[in-house]
């Protein structure tokens, strides 16, 4: 079965840093575009940054120049370096991965992060 499990979320106090980790099992990883997204409490689930398979990356505004989306196709993992972390960021982190040409979407469960003094 195919599957995305997250890791390395917590509680982090502002200013600080945390790197999630998305590792792919039973899937082409290098076929995936990879992508974190986060929802915070009542607030819909928005994209936070992207990575493509040729290693292009975008980010939301919101983290620009604060968060480093990164992938190993080795080790079929993609990660999201979060640095300077403000409250705003706390929300729940999933993981997401597209195959456009096969038009398959894999989702993972995702992982809390929370900052708070």
């Known amino acids: 079965q195919v599957q995305l499990v997250e890791s390395g979320g917590g509680l982090v106090q502002p200013g600080g840093s945390l790197r999630l980790s998305c590792a792919a099992s039973?899937?082409?990883?290098?076929?995936?575009?990879m992508s974190w997204y986060r929802q915070a409490p009542g607030k819909e689930r928005e994209l936070v940054a992207s990575?493509?398979?040729?290693?292009?990356?975008s980010y939301a505004d919101s983290v620009k120049g604060r968060f480093t989306i990164s992938r190993d196709n080795i080790k079929n993992t993609v990660y999201l370096q979060m640095n300077s972390l403000e409250p705003e960021d706390t929300a729940v982190y999933y993981c997401?991965?597209?195959?456009?040409?096969?038009?398959?979407?894999?989702w993972g469960q995702g992982t809390q992060v929370t900052v708070s003094s």
């Open positions: 997401n991965a597209v195959w456009s040409s096969a038009r398959l979407t894999v």
């Open positions: 039973r899937l082409t990883f290098s076929n995936y575009d």
């Open positions: 990575i493509g398979i040729f290693g292009g990356t």
